[in-house]
């Protein structure tokens, strides 16, 4: 059964900084990755998604990358901002179709300004 | 309007009621899915329903009663519900690499139905 773990659970840095989120899984043989992010009482926004044959994807202050064999994923931002603080949240799927993404609990990040 | 649009936003309900919450997306998408977020707990998948045919029910209650009358439509009919069922029910669709627009599946979320059952 595949499971999902973001590390830290809670994260608080300083407007400016570059920050990486942590995602591991236990089932390597993924389709795809997909990163959110979730404002408070919102849904979510999808930020980026990899597929396993990608190592990584860029969409302005955001890189993800996917190493499928050590089972990791992270998300990197760069100088952060006030308006990133969310909770950002990490999804795999096991099977292409019709998507059975397993969510990981999220990490809340708060950008001080 | 675009995306994928959830109604009500917000719902309080008696444990003897019937309600439904609705959601339709604009993106052509061929699949759709019903989420629960608890509170503390990571989103877990309710249903699936790819073309409109139901692909997964990850062990639901029966009180949880899904639609899927078109692609673009679907509800998620509630009953006789339990104080624990109080959650934020999310929505989302994707377009499937088995569709004909060849899709990513990519999954677009609504912003939510919030329940609460009394």
């Known amino acids: 059964k595949q499971e999902v773990t973001q590390i830290p659970a809670a994260l608080s840095v300083p407007e400016g900084e570059n920050l990486v989120l942590n995602c591991s899984f236990t089932?390597?043989?993924?389709?795809?990755l997909q990163w959110f992010r979730q404002d408070p009482g919102k849904g979510l926004t999808s930020l980026l998604l990899i597929q396993s044959s990608q190592r990584e994807q860029t969409s302005g202050r955001l890189n993800a990358s996917l190493d499928k064999s050590s089972g990791r994923s992270t998300l990197y931002i760069a100088a952060s901002q006030p308006g990133d603080s969310a909770t950002y949240l990490c999804a795999v799927s096991n099977v292409q179709g019709a998507q059975k993404l397993v969510f990981g609990q999220g990490t809340r990040l708060t950008i001080n300004p | 309007e675009t995306g994928v649009t959830q109604t009500p936003r917000h719902l309080v309900m008696g444990m003897t009621n019937k309600k439904s919450l609705k959601c339709e997306q604009h993106?052509?998408?061929?699949?759709m899915y019903w989420y629960k977020q608890s509170a503390k707990k990571p989103l877990e998948l309710m249903f699936v329903?790819?073309?409109?045919?139901?692909?997964e029910n990850n062990s639901v209650p029966s009180r949880f009663s899904p639609e899927c009358p078109n692609s673009s439509h679907l509800f998620l009919h509630l009953h006789t519900l339990q104080p624990e069922d109080s959650a934020l029910y999310l929505c989302?669709?994707?377009?499937?690499?088995?569709?004909?627009?060849?899709?990513?599946?990519?999954?677009?979320f609504g912003e939510g139905s919030r329940l609460t059952v009394l």
């Open positions: 993106l052509g998408h061929n699949a």
């Open positions: 989302a669709s994707s377009a499937e690499p088995s569709g004909l627009a060849g899709g990513t599946g990519e999954l677009f």
């Open positions: 329903y790819n073309f409109k045919e139901q692909t």
């Open positions: 089932d390597s043989a993924i389709y795809n």
